[in-house]
């Protein structure tokens, strides 16, 4: 496995640990944490328990799906990996570097969702800076819509490399 991607992604949680720590400090004493499809605040926790959530949405949720989709494919057997031709990328002539690829792979798809992640961070922060609080909801969609494309691509990226053998 290449190293760029591990790096990659522990700047971006090393980023985003500060960003955390940064914004929280932004926030009122009562944060509106949910909201309904207007932005319009429905849920509300303490600042304490907003940065709590923070840190485990912004760094424990990437940090598990990448651990996780790293380490997986090495422990479990071919055979319950599910992958396109999969008796011919897992032969074992070719079973290292197609595992390899799938772990790095996983690292991409936890720096997807960490960047997706501050962006919601940031979100929230701008939507308590108001009075009442209100989501910015063309931001938020736009941030799903880019959350989208960008796991679009990079299960394009998956299915090419898997699609035929050879």
């Known amino acids: 496995m290449r190293k760029f991607p591990i790096v990659v992604f ?7 640990a500060w960003r955390v720590n940064l914004l929280t400090g932004r926030l009122p004493e009562r944060v509106a944490v949910h909201f ?4 319009n605040p429905n849920g509300f926790a ?16 990437p940090a598990f799906i990448v651990l996780v989709t790293a380490l997986i494919p090495r422990l ?15 032969a074992p002539e070719r079973a290292g570097e ?18 997706f992640s501050m962006w919601v961070d940031e979100l929230l922060v701008k939507a308590n ?3 009442p609080p209100a989501l ?31």
């Open 10 to 16: 522990g700047a971006l949680l090393a980023t985003a």
């Open 36 to 39: 309904d499809a207007s932005g």
């Open 46 to 61: 303490t600042r304490e328990g907003c940065c709590q959530l923070m840190l485990w949405f912004t760094l424990g949720a």
């Open 76 to 90: 479990i057997p071919p055979a319950m990996i599910n992958i396109p031709n999969r008796d011919y990328w897992l």
């Open 98 to 115: 197609s595992v390899s690829f799938l772990g790095e792979q996983g690292i991409w798809f936890g720096c997807i969702f960490l960047v």
């Open 129 to 131: 800076s108001t009075a």
């Open 136 to 166: 910015p909801t063309g931001a938020f969609l736009g941030a799903m819509a880019l959350l989208f494309a960008a796991i679009g691509l990079w299960a394009v990226r998956m299915f090419r490399r898997f699609s035929r053998p050879g």
